[in-house]
């Protein structure tokens, strides 16, 4: 099941929030919200339902042999146990194919290659629950004795296909106890409506354009179409990704829960550093704190761990050498700026530093489309312009000004919803001293957002593929 679907907004969710406030003990709260997440999950996948509760047994009962051999060798073992099992079954479901392949590649073996339909979510719920074993271990978080309460954690439907990947920590006290005000169900649905429109309005529609050229053979491409189309793939993707994020993030207010920020505007950095403090934050944070400061073979060892955070960021969103260079890529940029100082940089004139982070950013983005090693490489010599010489491409076509001037409104439509200018407008109205402004504003945003609601439900009729990109990893 999908978010951006008619059936889901206006049958599963009416359902489920029904039955949520008709239960009146948190307990049989929490049961609603489990049940409807496994139906959630299972809708499309039933089988993979299994692999899911297999996961949350395994870490819940890892969990409480930590606490129960906590300070001696059994713990280290629970964690140790936990975490190579949970990225065994990652690597078997999601890489197994992928390292096959590239063992037949450069051996004589011809091992035949597997062919595992991804479970949708995986990456998602298996770090959160190596993050909660971690935690457990390190005594970040209580040990969560009721399996129920730890099933509802990794399974709760807002976050458990594409993320963000949300910490037991986050969720501790309000798995325990927690209250749904009027505001809560006011200011998630809102957030989820916005979340809705980013997807249906702008990612939809802008992706129509970066198929009709990134989805056939670029080798003719004109420089400036290149350009053209990876600078909207980068705008499809930041309203794909954050879009989601805006969705569960509403979601789980609607319900009493308050999951941290994903996405902050990362166009509008001016680094390649501060572009990964703003860009899915859960998965940076999570790579921060549980591989970039742990000790290797005993000691900290600063530019592998830097090197391992970079491998497995591009890795983790797919298995394609592509990915892993694109983690690479922006690792290489990260080296770059520790190494020359926030001191130095802070000098740089603010222009340059757009210009700088923006080029890297979108230059990035056409690593992370091309899984094709031939196409990464065409996509290379055309926007640099070399494809003028060895393709004899042009500088310039026709299509590439058709497309522009017809998507003219809605690319720079992305582009200003891609700036930090609608937090400004809500300050305004809505933490200013006038009373006035606030109920204009309260009254505006609700009228928005029932506005794109309608265009939304009207845009989703008849359509039956709105699948997140973020499903793939």
């Not at 307990?27 to 692999?51: C, D, H, M, R, T």
């Not at 993707?237 to 994020?245: A, P, T």
């Not at 130095?344 to 757009?354: A, D, G, L, S, T």
Request: hydrophobic share 50%; charged share 15%.
């Amino acid at each position: 099941m999908v978010f951006a679907d008619l059936f889901f907004l206006y049958v599963f969710l009416p359902l489920c929030l029904i039955c949520y406030f008709v239960a009146k003990p948190l307990q049989a709260k929490n049961g609603v919200l489990v049940v409807f997440s496994l139906i959630f999950y299972a809708w499309g996948e039933p089988l993979w339902i299994f692999l899911l509760l297999f996961s949350s047994f395994l870490n819940w009962a890892m969990g409480i042999v930590i606490e129960k051999t906590r300070g001696n060798g059994g713990a280290k073992l629970a964690v140790a146990m936990g975490i190579i099992i949970d990225i065994l079954l990652l690597v078997i479901f999601k890489y197994s194919g992928f390292l096959v392949e590239n063992i037949n590649s450069l051996t004589s073996l011809g091992l035949p290659v597997p062919n595992i339909r991804l479970p949708i979510g995986i990456s998602f719920y298996t770090f959160q629950a190596i993050s909660y074993i971690l935690d457990c271990y390190w005594e970040s978080v209580k040990v969560q004795r009721n399996y129920f309460k730890f099933l509802l954690y990794l399974s709760l439907f807002p976050q458990l296909i594409a993320g963000p990947i949300v910490r037991y920590s986050v969720v501790e006290d309000e798995i325990q106890e927690r209250k749904t005000t009027v505001t809560d169900l006011c200011d998630g649905a809102l957030r989820m409506i916005v979340g809705l429109a980013k997807k249906v309005i702008l990612a939809n529609n802008l992706w129509v354009i970066v198929d009709s050229f990134f989805g056939k053979d670029i080798a003719g491409l004109s420089v400036l179409g290149t350009w053209y189309t990876v600078i909207v793939y980068s705008l499809y993707v930041y309203f794909d990704f954050s879009g989601y994020s805006d969705i569960a993030i509403g979601l789980g207010r609607m319900f009493g829960f308050h999951f941290d920020e994903n996405f902050r505007h990362p166009f509008a950095c001016k680094t390649i550093a501060e572009f990964w403090q703003r860009w899915h934050i859960s998965l940076g944070s999570f790579f921060r704190d549980y591989l970039l400061y742990v000790p290797i073979l005993g000691k900290n060892r600063k530019y592998l761990s830097l090197f391992l955070v970079w491998f497995c960021t591009g890795i983790w969103h797919g298995a394609a050498w592509n990915y892993i260079i694109w983690g690479l890529y922006f690792g290489c940029f990260i080296f770059f700026e520790q190494k020359l100082g926030k001191k130095r940089i802070k000098k740089w004139p603010v222009w340059w530093k757009h210009i700088y982070s923006k080029l890297v950013i979108i230059i990035g983005f056409g690593i992370f489309y091309f899984e094709d090693m031939a196409q990464l490489g065409q996509f290379f010599l055309n926007i640099t312009g070399v494809c003028m010489a060895v393709n004899h491409a042009p500088f310039f076509d026709p299509v590439t000004w058709s497309s522009f001037m017809n998507n003219l409104f809605l690319v720079i439509a992305g582009i200003l919803c891609s700036m930090p200018l609608l937090p400004k407008v809500k300050a305004f109205f809505l933490e200013g001293k006038s009373d006035g402004l606030y109920m204009a504003g309260r009254l505006g945003s609700a009228a928005a957002c029932l506005g794109l609601l309608t265009v939304v439900s009207i845009l989703l009729v008849d359509t039956t593929n709105n699948v997140f990109l973020y499903w793939r990893f």
